[in-house]
């Protein structure tokens, strides 16, 4: 997840080195090694808006394939589908890798926040079912991965977004956590975060307004332990809606989950990774969590370090949670 930036530069540079690489036809997205061969297809549309794009790639000559769909992350205001881990990539080579785009938020006017998001999740999804189809290939099932702002909405898709009289083969077979939020009850994490600003204020009303435009309702945190605010009772509903630990004891569809959470992330409390974890330890649900610390593993777990740079895609070297995260998923890949 990023900061609301500051700078309209990085931005500015970040839409540059977007624009040149992204193309129709797979720039900085690829599949890699000749074999087995596999079929791309880039920003095929899955809704209206412009954002609504996905890009996929299939095996070719397969029939029953799993999916293993990737959400990048970006504050929910910025990134884009090229934003993927590599391993990934590599990794799913005998299945579909999709990376998808969503609507983000806007900081004025804005109309977008976590139900028009999880509608977006499942267009792509939906999407891809047709794409494969059309290929002739049957997708078993998704497994759903994202960093940050997108491993938040893979969460809570996975976990509470089930749409009524879907008779859609939605299935999803495993969740993948890289450094997401999911409790934003979790104030005494939330407000140690050094990312929002030195001061509580500041982090306070950048921490209000992603709540509220997530929610789609104004909340207003004033105090450091803001579940102790006197007024909390009013957000209390909508701050517990968007956060994946509340549906943990609601539903008996909590799919198998992986969270992976550096030690020192200054941008989304490790706090909320453990929390979810206990959280998960008290019911049957498969679940593993990686923690790596030490050097490095802060926000972008050992990857690209910033914004621009973590464009196209995001190598992850000599770290060695990646084969740690991709032998659990393996064991979903059957």
């Keep these: 997840m990023k900061r609301f930036f500051d700078g309209a530069a990085v931005l500015l540079l970040a839409a540059i080195v977007l624009g040149a690489c992204a193309s129709n036809q797979g720039a900085g997205f690829r599949a890699p090694g000749q074999a087995p061969v596999r079929w791309t297809l880039q ?10 794009t996905l890009n ?21 205001t910025a990134g884009n589908k090229l934003w993927h881990p590599l391993f990934l990539t590599d990794f799913s080579e005998d299945h579909i890798f999709a990376s998808i ?16 998001m999880m509608q977006d999740i499942d267009g792509a999804l939906g999407k891809i079912l047709e794409i494969a189809a059309e290929r002739g290939v049957r997708v078993k099932d998704f497994i759903l991965a994202g960093h940050s702002a997108g491993a938040h909405l893979a969460l809570l898709y996975s976990y509470r977004y089930f749409p009524e009289n879907d008779t859609r083969p939605i299935r999803i077979a495993a969740c993948v956590s890289l450094a997401g939020p999911s409790d934003f009850t979790d104030d005494a994490g939330w407000s140690s ?8 204020a500041q982090k306070l009303g950048t921490l209000s307004w992603m ?5 789609g309702y104004p909340i207003e945190l004033t105090q450091a332990d803001w579940t102790n605010q006197a007024n909390y009772a009013e957000y ?30 200054n941008i989304v409390p490790y706090s909320n990774s453990a929390r979810l974890n206990e959280a998960l330890d008290k019911t049957s649900v498969p679940h593993s969590f990686i923690s790596p610390g030490g050097s490095g593993n802060n926000h972008m777990l050992g990857g690209a370090p910033g914004l621009v ?18 032998a659990w998923m393996e064991s979903y890949l059957r």
């Design 43 to 52: 920003n095929a549309a899955y809704g209206l808006d412009k954002q609504q």
């Design 56 to 76: 996929i790639i299939l095996p070719e000559g397969k029939n029953d394939v799993h999916a293993i769909v990737y959400i990048h992350g970006g504050f929910y």
């Design 101 to 116: 785009d969503y609507r983000l938020m806007r900081r004025w006017n804005n109309a977008v926040h976590i139900e028009e």
């Design 193 to 200: 975060m050094s990312y929002y600003g030195p001061g509580l």
């Design 211 to 215: 709540g509220a435009e997530l929610a």
């Design 236 to 265: 209390k509903d909508y701050i517990e809606a968007i956060s994946p630990i509340s549906y943990v004891y609601t539903t008996d569809k909590i799919p198998p989950t992986l969270l992976v959470h550096g030690i020192d992330d």
């Design 309 to 326: 740079s973590a464009v196209i895609p995001i190598r992850y070297q000599n770290q060695s949670w990646v084969d740690q995260a991709k």
